[in-house]
């Protein structure tokens, strides 16, 4: 039948239909093409769902339990079979499990913290982060059933932003790791009762302000974190990895007797400036003098604390009582701006047995602010640093080499 016809006879049928069966018969027709079309649409989506999913289990193809929760964006509770072992941290903050390999109910915890605040607003701080993390994945290597748990203090817009990042960093991880986070405003308000009157001896202000307590975090954790929670290394973001970072946790070991913390000396005359009045009016004093003989102050880019011996020592809980802080700035005539880090290089002064030594490979400081700026005859004394280099530090926005 000639097609003409055929479509000219059509027509005429539906012209007699009355318009509530034309309506019908187009509700119907829409209805069918709707029905292929989402209907194909959906098994395009679906289709590439199954091929993501392909993809994600190639990729992991030598990875054994490999867990890919964090991909529905689900997290495993307080509680559940990753927890356990000596370190165990009381799972008082918000979790995020990205992966675990090896996964291991009794595994023996390895736990780093850093602060995270801020870092959404920093692509700087964003960059350093993503070096630090990297190199701390490639050389990173534990025994079977360890895990290395991540903290991190930070803010709701950072956390967000450190998970994505986090799921990229940890993609090439060969050994079990957990992430925690903690709200930096829940632990500021139980800093700052603690930290309060120290801080207008070691902030940058001119009084005690809320918003800095956070920057005394290492000094009080002791009285912050579960008692479950025993040694925890505290990182700054702007590091560089060259060894195995459970090495590092092997110099707890290292420890003399009434030691409550593992930190490197500073690799600048900070203390040297700082210190400028007392060292005047003690002309033969060992403060603010470069090693091996003098004491030229701390610096915290990588801290070991054991928390177990801060809240055994009775030395240590004194010294952080707001009296005896007052008395040694003032014997010292000492003002300081860089927070903990001035804190624990004041009383080192007067009680280095407080203190481990780390040699300077695991803190390798490579800001010369100093050298440029008065310090140039004897900036060397300070700066050099013999042995291997464990990790870089680049303090003061310094670069860091290549590799």
């Known amino acids: 039948m000639d097609i003409r016809r055929l479509v000219a006879r059509i027509m005429s049928r539906i012209g007699t239909f009355r318009s509530h069966q034309f ?43 490999a867990d890919l929760t964090a991909d529905t964006g689900a997290s495993h509770p307080a509680g559940s079979e990753e927890r356990g072992g000596e370190d165990d941290e009381g799972g008082a903050s918000e979790r995020l499990h990205p992966r675990m390999v090896h996964r291991d109910a009794g595994g023996r915890r390895y ?17 350093k982060f993503r070096v630090a993390m990297l190199s701390m994945v490639k050389h990173g290597r534990f025994l079977e059933g360890e895990v290395l748990v991540l903290h991190f203090v ?16 940890l993609l090439d991880a060969t050994f ?51 008692e479950s ?12 990895f060259r060894t195995n970072i459970r090495d590092l946790f092997q110099q707890f070991a290292q420890f003399p007797p009434g030691a409550v913390m593992g930190i ?7 203390y040297r400036h700082a210190f400028w009045q ?27 604390l054991d928390l177990g011996a801060m809240r055994a020592s009775a030395l240590y809980n004194q010294l952080l009582d707001p009296s005896n802080v007052a008395k040694l700035a003032e014997q010292y005539h000492f003002r300081g701006h860089l927070g903990d880090q001035d804190f624990f290089t004041m009383i080192g002064m007067q009680h280095p047995e407080l203190f481990y030594s780390l040699a300077c490979g695991w803190n390798r400081q490579l800001c010369t602010w100093w050298r440029d700026h008065g310090y140039a005859h004897v900036f060397q004394l300070y700066n050099h640093c013999h042995g291997p280099v464990y990790i870089y530090h680049g303090n003061c926005n310094s670069p860091i080499p290549k590799d």
């Open 111 to 127: 736990n780093i913290l850093m602060m995270f605040t801020k870092v959404d607003k920093s692509r700087s701080l964003q960059d």
């Open 229 to 240: 929670l025993t040694r925890i290394v505290q990182l700054d973001l702007d590091l560089k």
């Open 154 to 169: 930070s803010d709701q817009a950072s956390k967000e932003l450190g998970e994505r990042m986090l799921r990229e960093f």
């Open 176 to 226: 079990a790791y957990e992430v925690v986070f903690h709200d930096v405003l829940a632990f500021t308000q139980k800093l700052f009762p603690i930290v309060e009157a120290m801080q207008k001896h070691f902030s940058s202000g001119s009084g005690a302000y809320y918003s800095d307590a956070i920057f005394f975090l290492s000094v009080a954790m002791h009285h912050i974190m579960p």
């Open 278 to 304: 007392y060292r005047k009016a003690n002309p033969n004093t060992k403060v603010g003098e470069p090693p091996p003989d003098g004491l030229p102050g701390f610096n915290s880019g990588v801290m070991l």
């Open 23 to 65: 309506a019908l018969l187009l509700a119907a027709a829409l209805a069918v093409v709707a029905f292929y079309y989402f209907g194909s649409e959906k098994e395009n989506f679906s289709s590439t769902t199954k091929r993501i999913k392909e993809t994600r289990a190639s990729l992991n193809t030598n990875r054994n339990d």
């Open 264 to 270: 490197a000396r500073e690799m600048q005359p900070v």
